[in-house]
């Protein structure tokens, strides 16, 4: 692909969206910066790093539980540079709540945003990209790889984005647009470190020293593979879910 290409990315106020806009600025690819008005996180900070990396992005407001709002996502790429080569469906909620807990409600927002929200984006991308493009959905080892107690609902979301991603694969393969999944393992990212749904940084650190690495990942980590996924060094990977982990799903336990 072209240096001048351009990649949508959704939840790039922070996180791994934040550092994959950065990863790649310095690459010569372009980037939309999806942001959500609800996020507490500056878009502006993720803008002024790319521009620090030499690259070049606008930021668009975009949630992914409304239609509408994803397909202007989109078009904001082709309509500020041109074309869309990647996207990469990344914006995500996590909430914590017991079996007993968890109603209709709560379960279907986390669903909106982490599954049908993922589908939105990716059918929005399918839509616009030619062939050679790219798209990346952000699953989880909650889910794509083990249970999480207290999250059921989060891990059922995560798990359907893999079989979203396969069948897409499936579907995009004549076009030659390829569709793959990132389970990123425990990296320290906003939403991690949050204290109330997730493990917060007590536990982070807790959790770090039973990763084989020694610790918990960062956000550069994870976006370095997305960026793999759609150069053309991945040219013939698609329907994949690369775990990035730091060995903590394939160590065995006493």
């Known amino acids: 692909m ?26 010569g690819i372009r980037s939309v910066i999806g942001t959500f008005s609800g996020d507490p ?22 949630d992914v539980r409304q239609t509408a709002s994803v397909e202007a996502f989109a078009d904001r790429a082709v309509e500020t540079f041109g074309r869309l080569d990647y996207v990469i469906a990344n914006a995500g909620i ?73 069948s897409l694969a499936v579907e995009l393969g004549p076009r030659e647009i390829r569709v793959n999944a990132i ?30 690495w020694g610790r918990v990942g960062r956000p550069e980590e994870v976006a370095s593979v997305i960026g793999f996924l759609t150069s053309r060094d991945a040219n013939y990977v698609t329907g994949q879910a690369i775990v990035v982990d730091g060995g903590l799903t394939v160590k065995m336990r006493a």
């Open 94 to 166: 996590l909430r914590h709540a017991p079996i007993a807990d968890l109603t209709d409600e709560r379960w279907a927002d986390i669903m909106e945003v982490d599954l049908v929200g993922v589908l939105r984006t990716l059918r929005a991308g399918a839509k616009r990209l030619g062939a050679g493009g790219a798209m990346v959905a952000i699953s989880s080892i909650a889910g794509g790889v083990y249970g999480w107690e207290e999250h059921a609902h989060y891990a059922t979301a995560k798990a359907g984005v893999l079989g979203l991603v396969r």
């Open 41 to 62: 996180h500056d878009p502006e900070e993720t803008a002024r790093l790319v521009r620090e990396a030499g690259g070049t992005c606008v930021i668009q407001e975009v």
């Open 183 to 212: 389970i990123p393992g425990l990296i320290e990212t906003p939403q991690s470190l949050d204290p109330v749904n997730s493990l917060g940084p007590d536990g982070l650190i807790r959790a770090g020293k039973d990763i084989p």
């Open 2 to 27: 072209s240096e001048q290409a351009v990649a949508a990315i959704t939840g790039a106020a922070s996180g791994i969206g934040r550092a994959l806009a950065v990863y790649y600025a310095g690459r």
